[in-house]
Structures are given as C-alpha cells and as structure tokens.
C-alpha cells in the first residue's frame, strides 16, 4: 500500500487543509466512517485514525463514507501519474464501466499487463484491489445521484451500474447503514428547471484556471458541435445509441464545476462524467505539477501568470484525431473551418437542436466512406483522414491509452498522414498523457527562445527531460505564454519578428508512400 506518513497527514487533517483534500483519507475506528482533510466535523483523537490513500481502501476496510464531507465529491487522485500510468488508465476504463460485466482478467488485458501484475499496482497506489474501486466508484455515483438530482431509485441504480434495483439496496444500506431513501437530501424542485437535464458537481483539486481552458477550447470549438461562449462550454454528445448535449460552467469560489447533461439515457451518466472529467482535466493536482516545473526559469513566469492550468483534453479521442490531422501546417481557424464543413457535410444532424449545435462529429464509417476533396481538402489530407477513419472502423481500440508513450506514438506514426508531432499532440490531447511532448512545434518553439535565438526541437526536447514527467503541461503553459507580451518581449531578440497568429503546427510532417 502507499507509504502514508502518519503524522503528516494527521497534522494536514486537523488543519482541515484544503490541499490534501483527496490526497488521502481519514478512517476513524470510534465512529466507523471514512471523511475527507476537510471534513467539518470535530477532529478525532490521533490514536482512532487509520490513512489511507483511496476511498476504495477505506471500504475495503470496512469504513463506510461520511455524510457531512461527502468522499463522493472529493477531487481525483493524480499522484501515481508518470509512475504508474497503468492505474489511470485501467481507472479510466473502470469508470466508464468495464468492470459492470467483464473480469479483471479483461481488464488487465485491455491495458496490456497480466491480472496479477494489476492487482499488485492497484494494492500499491490505491491500497485496494480493481474490484473494491469499481465497487466502490458504483457506492460514490449512487450517493451523487441520490444528493444532487431527483431521479428515481430504479433509475439511479441502472445509472451507477448496478444490475438491480435489489441489489443497489442491499449494496448501499451495508455501507451507509440506512436504505437509500434517507440518504436523499429533500430538496425543493425548481418549477422553471429542465425536466430532462441532469446537474451533477465535477470536482477538482484547485486552483484551476477556466479563462485559460475556455481560451484554448475556444478558438478550436467545431462548428454545429461545440460553442464556447463567455463562462461556458457546450457540446453535443453521443453515448452508444443515446444522444444529447452537455454544458459545463464554473462555480465562482467553489472546487467544482457545474456540468447540464441532457441525454436520455441514464446508464450512459457514469460514462459521460467520465469523458468530462478526461475533457477538463479534472484529476491533475496542480500542486505537484507545478512546483516541479517552476523549478525552470523559462516556465516560472508563465506558471505564476496562470495557476492552475489544465491539459484540455477531448470528449472523443477519434475527433480529436481528426481535428490534429486537419490542423497539420495551416492555421487554428483554418482547421476550425474545415472541421465545421466535415460535421456539416457528414456528420448526423440532430433534429429539434438549438441552432449552431446541432450536429454530431462524423463516425469512422462516415469519414471512411466520405469524398473528403468535395470539402476543399487537399488531397493527400483527404486520403490520409480517409485511412484514419477506415482504421479506426476496423479497430475500435486503436485510440484507446492501451500502451506506453513511446509505443503509442509509434503505432500512430505509421498510419498515413501521421508524423511525430500529430502522434504527440493526440498522445497529450485524447491519451491523456501528461508526459507527451511535440517537441518540433514552432509555438513551442517561439515561446521557448531566448536572446540568443530560437532552440532547435532537440535542444528543446533536451531541455524538456527536466520537465518530466508532465512535459505537456509545460507544452500547455509555453502555448498560453505566446500571448503574453511582457514575456514575449523579454524573449524576443533585436529585429526578430513580431507574434504570428497561433497555429496547430507549422512543422511539416514526413511524407508518407502513396501521398
């Protein structure tokens, strides 16, 4: 289990420090229940608490979560990140299901390790095995359910994925020793609220900087799929047969985001959370991240400008391929236009929707099958989206984070139209990898000159080592750095020209075989 230093975590409690809130928690052995740093309730004698490092390892333990902290809401944990990045990923699976009705044989297989190898890795960083966290991720969605929306019972126990509604009982009167109806908050309905929305909290460790997430999303949002306005996110979503949209807005003061989901099916929820949570980057700890980048002169200022930046990520990892491939050597508003055309022209439209959000991206099938060039797409462009789709049409896997860095960006490097920095930023963007890097992206490599010129990508790359491994939020925070003018000014040397407008990347990609 994770080394916990007993009088560390003792003295951050007590403090109810809000910055180890999730890091670990708290098992009272005189009241039986498991609370948060910053529970509100009186702080225990030292001798009755047990740390540990996840809510699954306090109900393995047989603890179950107190009502006033509520754990179902504490932030993610991120620290195995770049050390073990075969928990996260196999925890990304698990939350969007894949231990509901398939083995943890499976699942291991799924991320490429045997069973055994994941259950050691589990029991070492989350101090519980993969079917105590999916079991207790089922327990925290159910009670977030029952706390913040009105569904009905039946409904909340298909949504959390239990097989029944006998068994969501059973299951949650043995752990909060009550029926689930009394741990319904009453709340009072709201006459003019959306009947058919759902409003659940996505927490996050702060701080987080959303200017800079909606700055980014923003001028990269397709047309007829995303809108980014002032304050809020939107998109259309697709979930296995069931569509919708979502909408996510920030808090003022609160460690939360607020996301509307609208979709009609209740047992796509836990998976849309999911991809929200991936999307915005929800589980990083910006702490950790932070304090080990600023250690970089180059990185402190723009660090210290934005607190709490974020990766942002994509609600689907096929889009976001595509929106890579058609960002290659052209503008990030020549992308956005002719993403827009490829929803408008293939992809489903949704009837009854709001106008300019009423498109779905295109599937693989669609794309596979799409005469590209009738859009204005170069050719090679056009034949290279092509066999992307096609691929991904064969192998729904094929843009899953199965797999380390380096293997990934080979994979993806021999498809056609794919170079190192298209791998690099699907790898950073749709793997969620916080150690990928596009080392030859001339944004990157603007905001990294210094008065004696601009590096070259492996002198940048060289740089970049100390960096590790959340090398992409450096990327992140040297992207956002372009705009600012008091540090673009102190970069630039004598006579050097002024700030281009942004590109996806201005590095040509090899040339590949039949092109």
Request: charged share 25%; proline share 8%.
């Amino acid at each position: 289990m994770m080394d916990l230093d007993r009088d560390a975590c003792y003295r951050a409690m007590a403090a109810r420090d809000p910055r180890f809130d999730g890091r670990f928690f708290t098992c009272v052995t005189s009241t039986g229940v498991f609370c948060r740093t910053i529970c509100p309730a009186r702080t225990p004698k030292r001798e009755n608490c047990i740390f540990v490092p996840s809510a699954a390892a306090a109900h393995a333990a047989g603890f179950r979560p107190c009502l006033r902290c509520r754990p179902e809401i504490a932030p993610g944990l991120g620290s195995w990140r770049g050390t073990a990045n075969t928990v996260s990923r196999a925890l990304a699976l698990i939350n969007e299901g894949a231990l509901d009705e398939a083995s943890v044989e499976h699942l291991a297989e799924r991320v490429g390790v045997g069973a055994r190898h994941l259950r050691r890795l589990f029991e070492e960083h989350l101090g519980a095995a993969p079917v105590v966290v999916a079991q207790t991720h089922r327990i925290l969605f159910a009670k977030m359910l029952l706390s913040e929306t009105q569904l009905p019972m039946a409904e909340i126990a298909l949504a959390s994925g239990f097989g029944s509604i006998r068994r969501f009982n059973s299951v949650m009167r043995r752990t909060y020793s009550r029926p689930p109806r009394e741990l319904r908050r009453a709340r009072s309905k709201d006459p003019a609220a959306d009947a058919a929305a759902i409003t659940l909290r996505l927490p996050f460790r702060q701080p987080y900087h959303w200017p800079a997430m909606l700055g980014f999303l923003g001028p990269r949002a397709i047309p007829g799929v995303e809108l980014v306005e002032p304050g809020r996110y939107r998109r259309t979503i697709s979930v296995g047969d069931a569509v919708g949209t979502v909408e996510v807005t920030p808090v003022p003061g609160a460690a939360y985001l607020r996301a509307t989901i609208r979709i009609p099916a209740v047992t796509a929820l836990g998976r849309v959370v999911g991809r929200l949570r991936r999307l915005f980057d929800l589980d990083a700890d910006p702490a950790a991240i932070e304090g080990h980048l600023a250690s970089d002169p180059l990185l402190a200022q723009a660090i210290a400008a934005r607190p709490g930046l974020r990766v942002p990520g994509a609600w689907d990892n096929f889009e976001l391929a595509i929106r890579a491939m058609l960002g290659q050597q052209v503008s990030v508003a020549a992308a956005t236009t002719l993403a827009g055309r490829l929803a408008a022209a293939y992809g489903e439209r949704i009837p009854g929707a709001p106008a300019g959000l009423d498109r779905l991206f295109p599937t693989p099938e669609a794309l596979a099958a799409a005469d590209l060039a009738a859009i204005g797409m170069p050719g090679a462009r056009a034949r290279a989206i092509a066999a992307l789709a096609a691929a991904m049409a064969a192998d729904r896997e094929l843009l899953r984070p199965f797999e380390t860095l380096d293997a990934t960006v080979e994979k993806l490097s021999r498809l056609p139209g794919i170079g190192p920095w298209t791998a690099q930023y699907i790898a950073l963007r749709a793997l969620r990898e916080p150690d990928a890097f596009p080392a030859s992206d001339l944004g990157l490599l603007r905001a990294a000159a210094t008065e004696a010129g601009r590096p070259s990508p492996a002198s940048l790359l060289a740089r970049a080592e100390a960096w590790r491994p959340w090398r992409a939020y450096a990327a992140l925070h040297l992207w956002m750095s372009e705009g600012d003018v008091p540090l673009a000014a102190a970069k630039r040397r004598p006579g050097a020209a002024r700030h281009r407008p942004a590109r996806e990347t201005e590095v040509a990609e090899p040339a590949r075989a039949g092109e």
